[in-house]
């Protein structure tokens, strides 16, 4: 017989200690938000960062973790263009009326129930996670065997996130949501991020316990780590803090969206950096995320690496050139150039003022306009 995962006692509980690791994983993305602050006829969670959309570097982050089971919580009239967009991999479910988050999540239930041990649950509208972070959540709430385990970071201001409340020995007693709160918990600086991960068998009944907000009339999922302390005594819920805040940053307006762009774009820059390229002016350079750039590469100011291009070693791009899509061979000098889609042989010199598109026709060769 398989072993279970140990329950806490709500004598006291224990010290979190590893414990038989269960092995298949459900994911919840809730993204059926109205996203009205983007005012944009386009879904908030498919508008692009750093060149994929805010929705698919949460995939991406996810997929990582292999789950058995991923469901996209959507509203009715962005069901179809997400799907288009992300295809059969990912279930796909509808939450008709915008009742919260706990409410979001159970219509996940159908997908998910008795095809997981754990349910990992992130909103739509964080794409800076990462998948190490989720990992290390997932692997905290396993190896306590704890009811609910979430990513909390801290937040100067913490204007509009829940606030982590703590009992005297600094276990989590509470998350209580900004509107709901007391001026005393609105100075708390420790905040939710929305990532939880929970014990799938005691989560689904657990979901129906829960009640409408007084203030909103919404069913909050964050409610579940009362019933979890209740449940399991405090012991049952743990709070990994992020060592980088910025993983949990969300996007609601466009004024957000290009601040993430900024954050992601200097995680991508660092990388390369790191890797051997030399970035001139980095706060003057962009890549996107499916960008590969090669050892011994210098990229100028003004430089734009879009879509899936890939430079080779030694080159040299700039000053002032957008690549889209383009293969640039090694030791290639490209500057002032727009190129779309072509192929940059070896050792060329392209520029100034040049703009290239086309397609590989297998000889290596580039088309102009």
Not at 25 to 43: N, Y
Not at 83 to 89: I, L, N, P, Q
Not at 114 to 139: E, F, K, N, W, Y
Not at 324 to 340: C, P, S, W
Request: hydrophobic share 45%; aromatic share 6%; glycine share 10%.
């Amino acid at each position: 017989m398989a072993r279970q995962p140990r329950r806490w006692d709500k004598r006291g509980g224990s010290p979190c200690r590893p414990f038989f690791i269960t092995v298949r994983l459900g994911v919840v993305v809730l993204a059926a938000g109205e996203g009205t602050r983007m005012r944009s006829a386009l879904p908030k969670v498919l508008h692009s960062l750093c060149g994929r959309p805010l929705l698919g570097h949460i995939l991406a982050a996810v997929d990582m973790l292999q789950p058995a089971v991923s469901a996209i919580v959507l509203a009715p009239d962005t069901l179809d263009t997400v799907r288009t967009r992300f295809g059969d991999r990912y279930c796909y479910v509808v939450q008709a009326e915008r009742l919260g988050t706990g409410h979001a999540t159970l219509q996940a239930r159908l997908n998910l129930r008795h095809q997981c041990d754990d349910v990992l649950v992130l909103v739509g509208d964080a794409p800076l996670i990462r998948s190490a972070t989720l990992q290390r959540l997932v692997a905290l709430r396993r190896e306590c065997g704890a009811l609910v385990a979430f990513l909390s970071f801290i937040a100067e201001p913490p204007t509009g996130y829940g606030r982590v409340v703590r009992n005297a020995e600094g276990n989590v007693i509470a998350i209580v949501e900004e509107r709901d709160a007391t001026d005393a918990q609105r100075a708390i600086t420790e905040v939710n991020s929305g990532i939880l991960c929970f014990d799938a068998e005691w989560m689904w009944p657990a979901l129906d316990r829960v009640q409408r907000s007084p203030v909103k009339g919404e069913y909050y999922l964050t409610d579940l780590i009362a019933l979890a302390i209740a449940d399991g005594g405090v012991g049952a819920v743990q709070a990994l803090i992020a060592t980088d805040p910025t993983e949990a940053f969300g996007v609601n307006d466009r004024v957000q969206l290009a601040q993430a762009e900024r954050i992601l774009r200097t995680r991508l820059l660092d990388t390369l950096m790191r890797s051997g390229v030399t970035v001139i002016d980095p706060a003057a350079t962009y890549v996107d995320v499916d960008v590969v750039v090669g050892q011994d590469t210098t990229l100028l100011p003004g430089t734009m690496l879009r879509g899936a291009t890939r430079v080779g070693a030694g080159c040299i791009i700039g000053p002032h050139t957008s690549l889209i899509d383009t293969i640039v061979a090694d030791g290639a000098h490209v500057r002032y150039t727009l190129a779309e889609g072509v192929v940059i042989p070896a050792h060329a010199l392209i520029g100034p003022f040049v703009h290239l598109r086309g397609a590989q026709d297998g000889t290596g060769t580039f088309y102009q306009a």
